[in-house]
């Protein structure tokens, strides 16, 4: 069975540092894709950034990038210059090529506050 | 309208009433989901539709009923709900284009059952 966990129910940083949310999976998959969503408190679930395994190049977008290390199957993900708008809840997300269609398999969530 | 839409936003419902949400998306994509989101808990992946066909039911009780006339609508009739239904339904849709996954998402129906 394949599984995410996100151990840090809560975190929180000051504005315009750095924070890095982890995100570790479980999985007998090769070939599956990786990613982070974000939910502000107006409910709406966004993609953040997303990564293919086969990839070894870390995806980045803007101020958002991940560290992938594969052997290890962790996927976290760095904030650099925390905006105020950054507050929300973060899921890390897994699916993978030959399983159920929709079977995108979310963490529990981290629940992050950009403090001013 | 871009991306995925659904409405209403918020819904209040006794038990014995029967109500239906929608969702709808631009993207041209060719599969639909629904999902529960209750409060402390992960998102619960409910139906899948692929090109209108439904491919994917996880246990869900019959008084959620599913409706997909085309691959950019998408109905979740509700009826004889319990208390315990209340809580955020999302709506998504992806590609399926050769295994393409990425799922995008709706801004949500926040159900209360009374």
Not at chain 1, 18 to 43: G, I
Not at chain 1, 61 to 69: A, D, M, P, T
Request: glycine share 6%.
């Amino acid at each position: 069975a394949q599984t995410v966990t996100q151990s840090q129910p809560e975190m929180s940083v000051q504005e315009a540092e750095t924070v890095t949310l982890s995100c570790t999976y479980d999985t007998s998959e090769s070939n599956y894709y990786l990613f982070w969503y974000k939910q502000p408190p107006s409910r709406q679930m966004i993609l953040v950034i997303r990564q293919e395994a086969y990839k070894q190049q870390n995806a980045t977008e803007n101020r958002f990038s991940v560290n992938f290390q594969k052997a290890a199957k962790s996927f976290s993900l760095k904030i650099s210059d925390s905006q105020l708008g950054d507050t929300a809840m973060y899921f890390c997300a897994f699916t993978y090529y030959g399983g159920s269609q929709g079977n995108l398999i979310f963490g529990k969530g981290t629940k992050l506050s950009v403090k001013p | 309208e871009t991306g995925v839409t659904q409405t209403p936003r918020h819904l209040v419902m006794g038990m014995t009433n029967k109500k239906s949400l929608k969702c709808e998306q631009h993207l041209g994509h060719n599969a639909m989901y629904w999902y529960k989101q209750s409060a402390k808990k992960p998102l619960e992946l409910m139906f899948v539709y692929n090109f209108k066909e439904q491919t994917e039911n996880n246990s869900v009780p019959s008084r959620f009923s599913p409706e997909c006339p085309n691959s950019s609508h998408l109905f979740l009739h509700l009826h004889t709900l319990q208390p315990e239904d209340s809580a955020l339904y999302l709506c998504a849709s992806s590609p399926w284009e050769g295994g393409e996954e990425t799922q995008y998402f709706g801004p949500g129906t926040r159900l209360l059952v009374l």
